[in-house]
């Protein structure tokens, strides 16, 4: 935004404000240090007057806005004013609540305040309102990768809310392992029956779809770009290799069935007659209709065992650790193909637990009608006999070992991903990989999706699904966690909306998910930069590539807006228009330090804004009180924190540094994934720094702060405080 | 929030609980116009009442944060609170909604300083506890609520409580002549995601919640566990205020029983598997703590296989495959007294614990066919996916019993369904 920059300085009195602090003096503050051209008091200010009022200041060129009033987290949609940038300065939650009404706290409460309002001038001032990424691209055509169940679901899902679609399958014919299913598990009521899978009809409607183009043969041989403006190229067995320009890619690669080879003790591989369920539905569509007959000799099956969980839920090497979910229900399925061909045939299911949830109850309860026997139990080995196959288990209700024998032996043997390359393991790795890929990436990070466990390219998040960490790039289906036929295709649905949401979110130049609508984005500048790499390797979004000189390519579109690359960089290149380094320096650099002997240290507490601060703001609704030594400024993620803040501060006399974010490790609870892992990392650092300055260790810490820890955040900062009085006060104070 | 005017190319979302902010942010950063109502006075439903999700251990609130503050930016979501749906007539693409808002007594005014529940003495149950506690007169129903704004509750109105609470308001936010208001809107698609209730406990007589003060439900012991619930997170039993250390789940409360809800509810086992681990965090090597768990199949599917391996790890839990018979209460300890068969090995039980917790099953807050005439659901009352139910969608546990990942996984795809039909009449209009 060109031209001049008017500061308006604006000191709310409701809620006990003008009661418990002197506003004339906090107005005076703004006025002279904060430097507002514009200064006004307001009874209250959320009220219809004070917005107007403020409101008639913007149209007479009041550009910037402090708001001195509530947190930012209350009346956040009243003070907020189009193409201006606010700041707040939280009197109320983070001052008047949380220190108590005396005549002793009186002064430094007052302090407190008024340090609230030099900051938030100050970080007024220091920031532009954004604009939004320029560099948008406009395509909103949508690829999906796999031409199976989800991939078929979600073309047909995007066109049906009028986009294009690109469909690509790998093999000639499009419908995925659903091709081989004789008859799928009920999905209406009355759940009793198999039915059919409507494979053709959903093709048919693919196929007819004139906004749909599919192409099979074909392969992902490579994609670059960013939501927006994707440019793939494909791959055809047929040579004929084309090059394409989509807006977002939904994945739907879906799933191998386990490679039943390993499971030597039930003897697959060794007998024809013991097959996996995908063996088994191919047989009776073989049969269509006739009795169904052993695969080793021809005769018709009059005993059929089906070994649940077959390969998973074990911690064995080469198993799979998961439970896929679906199999309990295909096995029930399968044994109604047998009992409704011929009641007669004798139909087992052993088990550990049965897991058919929702209406798959009915689907169960109709299978014990038929007489299909259920044995809870742990299948050892399968020997094959003479005539027949031992199944060899522990019979867990009778509590003693078993067999049973059987014509024809069915392994519920569950899925695995068809994930590509684990981006996470070594470069060697990675390259002997390298034809596995589904998307080959050309980002910095690697060429496909990150994994969470176990090969599933699931989202960490329990609250939001589809977050990858490769913004418009969205799985669904199997490979993003094991399921069924009917989750597939929901899921199918729900990955469509999110890439129809990423183009347009590319579009329009603003952030996706989670500042979903935020119009900044990194810039930096290119002089400054040392080409150290550290902001290409740490963005957990794989937003930024390199060049061929190793300067960073910022893909804004890719960008998650966390500033994670503002944290990384040493030399401090990298900045959003509202929110920088300076924006938060500005902050720290107008608290007034009281001297060395004036017994009032001073803690700068920089707080998660999406955890470690709503649980301060809690604290302030729960009236706890906390030192009134503390300075709290909200940061994006801990994962933004450049570390100069910190030494910046201690060089400034502050007596110490606390960050507060979420928890890192397997159960990471960052929004940013990283952000709060790196900044430990870059926190343990900081002790060398502290050395050289001849500080104490203790004056640096890191917190992990759950939203919920209204109670413990207080006990922390006091801490903190109690910690600064022991040792001392700083000695850097000027 | 902005102001609206619904048209047919509006979206109306009927429920905000995390199913239903879901479905009406997911269509709104698609550039949708969204009207977003919830029945209760503040958004989050049954998510924002639980401690902490399983399978991470993490707290719902932080996930819930991130949807305000996705609310708070967007102006094409509308909110209403303590507004219903009386009535639906019309077909895809042109519905009309009657709504009815009941008062809060509160406007838009309020800043949420507290100074009328500093005013008010009297207390009404606590429904966010599940009425476990009590809460006074004039409240924000939990302290992360959204919008936050008071509510004063009908019992004060018209009385000296009432004006109490109206006199100590500074910003003119109390108006206690407020009345139901009712009113018709105009839209093109509905998403239904009117969410869940627990199945009615005292139903299962064999189990005597009705009648056994230490036997309580999962939903209840959840907001006991909670640091800012009703026993400031202390596993207090209800009957006498000791500290509980032998307590027992029973899995399947309601579900899978023809006599009450034939369907499996899907999550109670996640649920008490998580629940466990509260019970173990707080009692750490107490070698007097036990959970024994009773239940027909752990249903811990897909990756919340690790999960159960990690309590079945647990010395302190025990897992006994069984249906429980019935509880009879100990009258002098006020024990819970378990009796069944334990069907491992077929040994019978009289098991005597400091409490009892039902995992409890879940129904669909509202059947399927009270919401318009002609719905499909199931036998359970949850809403089919069926063409036949037009541009009316479920989103989370209207359609199915479905735990949170689930739910907001299918509310992202009902989202989609109703822009697909409001994107139709745009391209009609166009």
Not at chain 1, 364 to 386: C, E, H, L, N
Not at chain 2, 203 to 212: A, L, N, S
Not at chain 2, 285 to 309: G, H, L, N, T, W
Request: proline share 5%.
């Amino acid at each position: 935004m060109a031209g001049e920059m008017k500061l308006g300085a604006y000191i709310c009195k409701g809620c006990g404000l003008g009661e418990r602090l002197d506003c004339a003096e906090l107005a005076k503050v703004a006025q002279k240090e904060g430097k507002a051209q514009v200064v006004r008091e307001h009874d209250f200010l959320c009220h219809a007057d004070g917005l107007a009022m403020i409101g008639n200041d913007i149209t007479a060129g009041v550009n910037q806005i402090a708001i001195a009033a509530c947190s930012r987290r209350a009346k956040a949609e009243a003070f907020t004013f189009d193409g201006v940038c606010v700041t707040r300065a939280n009197l109320r939650e983070g001052v008047i609540w949380v220190h108590p009404d005396t005549d002793d706290a009186r002064e430094t409460t007052q302090e407190a305040a008024a340090d609230y309002v030099r900051m938030a001038c100050a970080e007024a001032k220091a920031m532009r309102a954004p604009a939004g990424n320029p560099n948008r691209g406009g395509s909103k055509r949508i690829l999906v990768v796999g031409g199976g169940i989800s991939g078929l679901t979600a073309a047909r899902e995007v066109a049906a809310a009028g986009y294009e679609v690109l469909l690509v399958e790998k093999s000639d014919e499009l419908g995925g392992i659903a091709r081989h299913l004789y008859r799928r598990v009920p999905a209406k009521e009355p759940f009793t029956e198999p039915q059919e899978t409507g494979l053709a009809e959903l093709v048919n409607s693919v196929c007819s779809n004139p906004h749909i183009t599919t192409l099979i043969n074909s392969t992902i041989a490579q994609t670059s770009g960013a939501p927006g403006r994707f440019t793939v190229e494909i791959a055809s067995t047929g040579g004929n290799n084309r090059s394409e320009t989509v807006g977002a890619i939904i994945q739907a690669s879906g799933f191998t069935p386990y490679n039943a080879n390993a499971l030597t003790e039930f003897s697959y591989g060794r007998t024809l007659d013991v097959i996996d369920q995908l063996g088994l539905e191919k047989l009776v569509a073989a049969a269509d209709g006739a009795p169904i007959t052993r695969p080793s000799d021809g005769k018709p099956v009059k005993r059929v065992v089906f070994v649940q969980c077959a390969g998973q839920r074990s911690a064995d090497d080469g198993r799979l650790p998961y439970c896929s979910g679906y199999c309990c229900n295909t096995s029930i399925k399968q044994a109604m193909y047998f009992k409704d061909a011929d009641p007669a045939i004798d139909t087992t299911i052993i088990y550990s637990d049965l897991r058919t949830p929702g209406n798959g109850e009915d689907f169960y309860r109709s299978a014990q009608r038929k007489d299909i026997t259920f044995t809870k139990g742990k299948v050892s080995t399968v020997t094959p006999t003479a005539a027949a196959l031992k199944v060899d288990f522990k019979d867990l209700i009778l509590d003693q070992d078993a067999d049973i024998e059987a014509d024809l032996v069915v392994l519920a043997t569950g899925q695995v991903p068809n994930s590509g390359i684990d981006i996470e393991t070594s470069d060697e790795a990675q390259a002997a990989a390298a034809d596995k890929s589904i998307l080959n990436l050309t980002y910095r990070q690697g060429k496909d999706l990150p994994q969470l466990r176990y090969g599933f390219t699931d989202s960490h998040f329990i609250c939001f699904p589809y977050e990858t960490r490769r913004t418009g790039i969205y799985a669904c289906g199997p490979v993003r966690r094991p399921m069924d036929m009917a989750q597939a295709m929901d899921d199918a649905t729900g990955a469509a909306l999110k890439a129809i949401q990423a183009v347009e979110n590319a579009a329009a130049g603003r952030a996706a998910h989670p500042r979903a609508g935020d119009l900044s984005f990194p810039q930096y500048r290119r002089e400054g930069c040392t080409q150290c790499k550290r902001c290409t390797v740490e963005c957990p979004f794989g937003a930024i590539d390199e060049d061929e000189k190793r300067y960073p390519v910022f893909n804004e579109s890719r960008c998650r807006r966390c500033g994670t690359c503002m944290g990384a960089c040493p030399v401090r290149v990298i900045s959003f228009e509202n929110y920088s380094v300076d924006t938060v320096g500005a902050q720290i650099k107008a608290v007034d330090i009281p001297d060395e002997f004036s017994e009032k240290p001073r803690v700068l507490i920089l707080a998660c804004e999406n955890d470690a601060y709503p649980a301060l703001d809690m604290a302030g609704m729960n009236n706890q009180h906390y030192s009134a030594f503390a300075r709290i400024i909200p940061v994006r993620c801990l994962g933004s924190v450049n570390t100069i803040w910190i030494t910046d501060a201690l060089n400034s006399g502050y007596d110490a540094v606390a960050l507060m974010g979420c928890k890192h490790g397997i159960d990471y609870q960052c929004h940013f994934v990283k952000g709060s892992e790196l900044a430990t990392y870059r926190a343990s650092k900081v002790d060398d720094t502290l050395k050289q300055m001849n500080l104490e260790p203790e004056r640096v810490q890191l917190f992990e702060v759950a939203i919920t820890d209204a109670l413990r955040t207080p006990k922390l900062i006091d801490g903190l405080v109690a910690k600064v009085i022991e040792i001392g006060m700083s000695p850097l104070k000027f | 929030m902005a102001k609206l005017v619904p048209t047919n190319e509006t979206i109306l979302v009927a429920g905000g609980g995390i199913s239903g902010m879901t479905a009406a942010l997911e269509a709104a950063e698609c550039g949708k116009h969204v009207l977003l109502i919830e029945k209760s006075p503040s958004l989050g439903g049954r998510v924002s009442q639980f401690h902490r999700y399983f399978p991470k251990l993490c707290h719902p609130t932080c996930g819930m944060e991130i949807n305000t503050r996705r609310l708070k930016a967007n102006k094409r979501v509308h909110i209403l609170t303590m507004t219903e749906v009386t009535a639906v007539t019309g077909t895809a693409g042109n519905y009309t909604v009657n709504l009815l808002t009941r008062p809060r007594y509160v406007n838009e005014n309020c800043t949420a300083c507290g100074a009328c529940a500093k005013a008010v003495s009297s207390e009404i149950p606590n429904a966010f506890d599940y009425n476990l506690g009590k809460i006074k007169a004039a409240y924000l129903p939990f302290v992360m609520a959204y919008p936050q704004r008071y509510v004063i509750d009908p019992s004060i109105v018209g009385t000296a409580e009432g004006e109490a609470a109206n006199a100590a308001c500074a910003h003119d936010a109390i108006d206690l002549d407020m009345k139901p208001e009712s009113f018709t809107v105009n839209v093109g698609a509905i998403i239904w995601a009117t969410g869940w209730q627990p199945f009615d406990a005292a139903k299962i007589q064999p189990y005597g919640y009705d009648r056994f003060t230490n036997v309580i439900t999962s939903v209840e012991f959840e907001r006991m566990m909670d640091p800012s619930g009703p026993t400031g997170g202390k596993l207090l039993r209800p009957s006498d205020g000791k500290e509980a250390r032998n307590i027992a789940f029973i899995q399947c409360a309601g579900s899978r029983d023809r006599n009450y809800l034939k369907h499996c509810s899907r999550i109670c086992c996640m649920a008490t598997l998580k629940q466990s681990t509260y019970i173990a965090e707080r009692y750490g090597d107490d070698p007097d703590a036990k959970v024994s768990i009773y239940y027909i199949d752990i249903r811990a599917i897909d990756r919340f296989e690790d999960f159960y391996q990690k309590v079945q790890a647990d010395p302190r839990v025990t897992f006994i495959k069984s249906k429980v018979a019935n509880i009879t209460e100990d009258e002098s300890s006020g024990d819970p007294v378990l009796h069944g068969v334990d069907t491992e090995g077929y040994h019978r039980y009289d098991n005597r614990h400091d409490l009892c917790i039902l995992a409890i099953g879940m129904q669909p807050s509202v059947r399927a066919e009270e919401i318009a005439t002609g719905m499909h659901g199931d036998a359970n009352g949850f809403i089919e996916t069926n063409d036949e139910n037009g541009a009316i969608f479920a989103a989370g546990c209207a359609g199915n019993p479905l735990d949170v990942n689930r739910s907001v996984q299918n509310a992202t795809a009902a989202a989609l369904r109703a822009i697909q039909v409001v994107n139709r009449i745009a391209a009609a209009e166009a």
